[in-house]
């Protein structure tokens, strides 16, 4: 953030991964006295950024956003030794809401009417406030104003305060009081006055549904890019500073698999930041010897210094002639990761990937006909815009999802995007294709995932995101869903690890799509220490605690607490629900751990319950 005088001042600290999963680039970061904006990509200062390189990711992010993207950047992380006391590092950022509230006179202005005074302790950055110089004869705290107003395009403003309290008939010389008239801080309790004519209108009045042109029409302002301003159809809607649907990041995630014949070419392109420093053999022989030396560099050791060289002016020609990072063959980010996790026996070792081949459980090998311990994993996610009020899609590939409402990250072409890397463990189960090809064709089994269908089109058709029949995964992947959650749920008694840590990835592909066929699941987790994770949850993966996990997730699942009611759940096309018997006691998960937001979810496809029989695949 800058002071009055324009020098940057550190507000506060956050987590590098949290720049990219909690408050992004347009989300607002609530510190001790003031709330402040995560401003767009034009205002960051790169220099000090690291590249991040993942071929597949950044192939992916161009697809999804522009063309015209040309590096993943990793998040400014502080340094270790002393720092300035106006460092040009770091995540930029600007106060917002600018309308503030002064705590003892009521007092509600914006931030540049002159009668509020930041206050920055460089030393105790989590101090900075704004003060009332002169409120009833003494200094104040200044806190942000709770209320503004966003829209579905991912706008964002001030709240329209001026025009809320006069409804048309603006004063001169406005000033306003905002008050509390009971102890619970509702929007029924707040009022704010216009001290200036006397009109006063209670809060609760912006929050009606009913009455959506109530705050008037949207001003189109993205405030994290300098104030752009759009055109807007959309109605703006009241919410609380701190509100969970005032950001969703919207993110693209891959695995690092090593997808192509030439590995070299893979390495050369991971470690180019260190690599583009060889003009020539002797200077890439001398560079060698230095990351042995200190331990840098291990996937460099196979290759000899002439592959090694040769690899790297193929990467330079690459580079001068526009192209970039190496392509894949593949545009379905899963199918590298499928090729790779189905046959592990072929799979490289690395940094990055470790993959043990492990016999199934003996008593569910004609429906389960592979499971792959993943020791090391290495997981990258870039940041390609968000949205508000409503989470953006939640199809993991994308293809059908709609961006219209895609917040932008700058204001014009995007040439870097922000990116995470973590590392983990997981486990890999493979379905046996003919046993899901035989299930897939039971006649209850098939009027079920018609029901499905039909509430897919609805749930679309309410969001406008046509084609409404478009991106239907099928029953294939509801039974994957499903299992992957029965299954999750089971782990997080016994690994270790928080449930809301453990994550899942679907692989499902039928064979009347393109591509080809898929049917597995990844349950995994990660962590942003270099090291990875410690091991608790791949543990799982042996043969005889595989077995006695997935017996005990297909006992808890027969029968539900809230059975009778959660097994005869119908679905329903109402636009609103997409899963048939599950609920939170039984099947749903926390939404981090989820791909799909716990929707597609059926536990009578996995078992037999109370009200539903004759689609259970086990």
């Known amino acids: 953030m800058r002071n009055d005088e324009n020098r940057p001042v550190t507000v506060g600290d956050i987590r590098p991964s949290q720049m990219l999963y909690t408050y992004g680039v347009g989300s607002i970061v609530e510190l001790p006295n003031i709330s402040v904006l995560m401003m767009g990509l034009a205002s960051w200062n790169t220099e ?24 993943l950047m990793a998040l400014p992380q502080s340094s270790d030794g002393d720092e300035s006391l106006y460092p040009t590092t770091g995540a930029p950022v600007a106060v917002f809401p600018r309308w503030l509230n002064c705590v003892s006179c009521g007092l509600l202005a914006d931030v540049d009417s002159g009668l509020f005074r930041l206050r920055s302790d460089p030393y105790h950055p989590d101090r900075t406030k704004y003060e009332h110089s002169n409120c009833l004869g003494k200094k104040s705290t200044v806190v942000p104003s709770r209320f503004l107003v966003a829209c579905k395009k991912g706008h964002l403003d001030d709240f329209p305060w001026k025009e809320f309290v006069h409804q048309g008939n603006l004063c001169d010389a406005p000033s306003f009081r905002l008050t509390d008239t009971g102890v619970s801080g509702q929007a029924s309790d707040v009022w704010v006055t216009c001290v200036t004519c006397g009109n006063k209108r209670q809060m609760s009045s912006a929050f009606d549904i009913d009455n959506p042109e ?5 001003s189109g302002k993205h405030p994290h890019l300098n104030g752009l301003t759009e055109q807007c159809d959309e109605n703006p809607r009241a919410m609380l500073l701190g509100a969970s649907n005032s950001w969703f990041p919207n993110l693209v995630s891959i695995f690092s698999i090593p997808t192509g014949s030439d590995q070299i070419r893979q390495v050369v392109d991971k470690y180019w930041d260190d690599l583009v420093d060889a003009a020539d053999l002797n200077i890439l022989k001398i560079l060698r010897k230095s990351w042995e030396k200190y331990g840098k560099l291990p996937d460099v050791r196979p290759f000899s210094d002439e592959d090694l060289w040769e690899a790297v002016q193929s990467r330079r020609t690459r580079v001068e002639s526009g192209q970039g990072e190496s392509q894949d063959d593949e545009d379905n980010l899963k199918i590298p990761e499928w090729k790779v996790f189905s046959d592990p026996l072929k799979a490289p070792e690395n940094d990055d990937l470790k993959l043990v081949a492990e016999p199934p459980p003996a008593s569910f090998r004609p429906m389960i006909s592979g499971v792959t311990l993943a020791h090391r994993l290495r997981e990258v996610s870039a940041l390609i815009g968000f949205t508000r009020i409503e989470a953006p899609g939640e199809s993991f590939d994308e293809e059908e999802t709609d961006f219209a409402s895609n917040g932008p990250l700058i204001a014009g072409e995007t040439k870097w995007v922000p ?28 009027k079920r995932n018609a029901d499905v269908f039909e509430a897919w ?30 299954l999750m749920r089971e782990m997080a008694l016994e690994c270790g690890y928080a449930a809301a840590s453990i994550r899942e990835r679907i692989y499902s592909n039928a064979p009347d799509t393109e591509g080809i066929d898929m049917a597995g699941i990844l349950i995994y987790t990660t962590a942003s220490d270099s090291e990875g994770t410690l091991g608790g949850l791949v543990s799982l993966g042996r043969t005889n605690r595989l077995e006695e996990l997935i017996n005990k997730a297909l006992e808890r699942m027969r029968l539900c607490s809230s059975d009778p009611l959660c097994a005869e759940h119908d679905v329903i096309p109402d636009g609103k629900i997409l899963h048939g018997s599950a609920c939170h006691a039984c099947l749903m998960c926390p939404e981090t751990s989820c791909e799909r937001g716990n929707r597609l979810l059926d536990r009578s496809f996995i078992v037999e319950t109370l009200g539903q029989k004759g689609m259970e695949f086990f």
Do not use: M
């Open 48 to 71: 000090s950024l690291k590249t991040i390189h993942e071929s597949r990711l950044l192939r992916a992010v161009k697809t999804r956003l522009s063309d015209s993207v040309e590096k």
């Open 214 to 218: 109530i705050l008037g029409p949207c």
């Open 457 to 486: 089109k609805a749930w679309r058709k309410v969001r406008n995101a046509k084609p409404f029949d478009a991106g239907y995964p099928g029953a294939r992947y509801v039974l994957l869903h499903s299992f992957s959650h029965a």
């Open 419 to 446: 990116a995470a890397e973590v590392k983990g463990e997981g486990v890999f189960i493979q379905f046996d294709e003919k046993a899901v090809r035989e299930w897939q064709k039971r006649p209850n089994v098939i």
